[in-house]
């Protein structure tokens, strides 16, 4: 995981990740993302897991709509070092992870689910990219 330096979740733990570009596809999205926040090089896999986040002001209008895509990583190559806007880069045990108050809320409902068995990790669905004109 990665201490994140900027918002949202400013100084929590979190699962490395940022936007999608316009036009870029998801895989190389977070490939990019990963090695800009961890210097790790890692191969895609493919998706085990969508969450949302709708954050809404005082009266109830939406300032934030992120969807979450966690991605299934593989033969990574680097050692892990903290760039870009993370602040520390580090491995957690799940347990401990999930008991920690400043990881983040979105990475905790996933290692829920994870420690659940209900994110399938064996099998990750492939992303195919198309295009229309």
């Given amino acids: 995981m990665v201490r994140r330096a900027v918002p949202p979740d400013q100084g929590k733990w979190a699962i490395p990740g940022g936007k999608v570009e316009l036009g870029e596809r998801l895989y190389d999205a977070v490939k990019r993302e990963l090695e800009e926040e961890t210097g790790l090089s890692c191969e895609p896999l493919g998706v085990v897991n969508v969450d949302e986040i709708i954050t809404q002001d005082e009266d109830g209008r939406v300032m934030f709509h992120y969807v979450l895509v966690t991605v299934l990583m593989n033969r ?11 602040l520390e880069v580090r491995y957690f045990p799940i347990v401990e992870a999930t008991s920690r108050n400043d990881v983040a809320a ?8 994870l420690s659940l068995g209900m ?3 064996e099998r990750p669905i492939a992303v195919e990219t198309s295009s229309s004109r």
């Fill in 119 to 121: 994110v399938p990790i």
């Fill in 76 to 86: 990574c190559l680097g050692a892990p070092r903290a760039a870009s806007d993370a």
């Fill in 106 to 113: 979105s990475t905790k409902g996933f290692l829920r689910k």
